[in-house]
């Protein structure tokens, strides 16, 4: 199967080049041509299956110029051992939702599921393809994605990675977790400013040419991991199929029976995972676009028109704090075709929002229900999954969980829902601290413990373990030297 641009760039191109390319040349994000619709009595043959399995059969549909041997290897090495600690996306019941817990994985937060794969994804695609240059991944991180993204790299075959975060713009869990990373292929820089330096920093390396050059002279060139890179959005579809499996198999539903999906949406990549598995046939009803105070998409499905001139808020659930969600790009094109929806995208350039005709707002509409979640009713949300249903949860799926029951209370449709929950509680400590009505403590470790004994659950063991381990990588650089440190580390990385 071959992959075309959400922009119509003429080409159609195999999945090892999507990945490698990570965009397209015209600006666009690469689809697969078809989506491979499947039987019930296929997706019912997975459920027999383990985890990787799953990951190994949903992949190979889509991943047509990889072996099967090349994506169990890949699956095993992201999900198997002690990883994920067993089951990487296991459900479980609270009240009357269903829970896919997605952040079982070494960094405590649903990006481990796509980026533990990815780097070997990327690896063999570089193989595929030919490349005789090794990638340098290069990332400017809030906080999250940084770690995620880290973890996943270490170690991969002809690839490095350096990661800038800014200096007082992280928590210090998140700085420990960067700064404490393993690895002989990785790096990690503060960068003195704040996220849009090190942002900007990273953007301006990429669209150096002298920069590339210099790189290329030491056999790299620069790639990126966000979540508009297929290789990331693929792993994610295999998840919906897996949780749909286990709850026929735990007799929550019987096989063949619609379920709905709540998803806390940032860059729209998790839940258009969800829109393609549907469309593969997947007993898929509504999807809920829940998002925080940043509201952008709630608008959108509303009206028709995505703008993102409007003021950004700081939440509790900061990994969705996104007023662009690149992603969304790759629903328009489904809904209304490449040339529709190049123009959206040039309209947003050069405008800061777009109006869909009323087609394509229809046919979304479909799918698709948006609501949003206050900073409080986040708050009250967590605090009242606790008391009622003994379920703590994260501010991120606290806001998935409010935004079902609001489209339950609207609708009163009472197909079984399932939350997805994309970080653990204890990534947030302080704030779910907060919602349960506690003082705030300054120590962010002490909030895990606090947060232990106050609720009688178990902090993963590597955000406990954190507050032991020595730092390797203490260096901060200032923001307009960051070129400096990207060849510095080329430098070190090429003699070996
Ligand atoms: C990244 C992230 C999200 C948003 O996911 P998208 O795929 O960007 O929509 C939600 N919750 C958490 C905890 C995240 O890290």
Redesign the pocket.
């Known amino acids: 199967m071959n992959y075309k641009s959400t922009r119509g760039a003429a080409q159609a191109i195999p999945s090892s080049q999507a990945i490698k390319q990570g965009i397209s040349s015209d600006g666009g994000l690469f689809m697969p041509e078809i989506i491979p619709a499947q039987t019930l009595e296929w997706f019912k043959e997975l459920s027999d299956k383990s985890y990787i399995d799953r990951a190994v059969e949903v992949l190979g549909l889509f991943l047509a110029d990889f072996t099967h041997d090349e994506l169990y290897s890949a699956a095993q090495k992201a999900y198997g051992g002690e990883k994920f600690g067993g089951h990487a996306a296991p459900v479980v019941k609270s009240g009357y939702m269903n829970i896919l817990e997605l952040w079982h994985g070494p960094t405590s937060?649903?990006?481990d599921m796509a980026l533990q794969i990815m780097p070997h994804l990327m690896s063999l695609s570089l193989q595929k393809t030919g490349e005789n240059k090794k990638a340098l991944i290069l990332v400017a991180t809030s906080g999250?994605t940084g770690k995620a993204a880290l973890d996943g790299y270490a170690e991969a075959e002809n690839i490095y990675i350096q990661v800038f975060y800014p200096e007082n713009g992280v928590s210090p869990v998140q700085k420990k977790q960067m700064t404490t990373q393993k690895g002989s292929n990785v790096s990690v820089f503060a960068v003195k400013g704040n996220f849009d330096d090190a942002q900007t920093g990273v953007k301006k390396i990429f669209a150096d040419p002298e920069m590339t050059e210099k790189l290329q002279k030491k056999g790299l060139f620069l790639s990126s991991a966000n979540?508009i890179n297929w290789g990331r959005l693929v792993p994610q579809i295999v998840y919906y199929i897996s949780a749909y499996a286990d709850m026929a198999n735990s007799g929550q539903i019987s096989f063949g029976q619609k379920i709905n999906v709540t998803v806390?949406?940032?860059?729209?990549?998790?839940?258009l995972a969800c829109f393609i598995a549907k469309k593969m046939g997947l007993p898929i009803g509504k999807m809920i676009c829940a998002s925080n105070s940043n509201n952008v998409l709630t608008d959108f499905f509303e009206t028709g028109i995505y703008d993102r001139r409007r003021d950004f808020h700081t939440t509790i659930s900061p990994?969705?704090d996104i007023l662009i969600s690149s992603n969304l790009e790759r629903l328009l094109y489904l809904a209304s075709g490449a040339d529709k929806c190049a123009g959206f995208m040039k309209e947003l350039a050069d405008t800061g929002f777009y109006r869909v005709d009323s087609g394509t707002l229809q046919s979304i509409k479909a799918d698709f229900e948006a609501f949003w979640c206050s900073e409080e009713d986040t708050k009250a949300q967590i605090a009242d999954s606790f008391s009622v249903n003994g379920y703590l949860c994260d501010p991120?799926t606290a806001v998935g969980i409010f935004c079902a029951n609001k489209y339950i209370e609207k609708t009163g449709d009472n197909t079984p829902m399932l939350a997805v929950s994309?970080?653990s509680p204890y990534k947030f400590s302080s704030s779910v601290l907060s919602a349960l009505g506690e003082q705030a403590v300054s120590d962010e470790f002490a909030s895990i413990k606090l947060l232990e004994d106050r609720t009688g659950t178990t902090a993963p063991a590597a955000l406990s373990e954190l507050k032991n381990l020595g730092e390797r990588f203490t260096d901060s650089v200032e923001k307009d030297r960051m070129c400096e440190a990207v060849i510095d580390f080329a430098k070190n990385m090429s003699k070996h």
């Open positions: 937060a649903f990006k999250d979540s806390p949406t940032g860059n729209f990549g998790n839940i990994s969705m991120h994309t970080a």
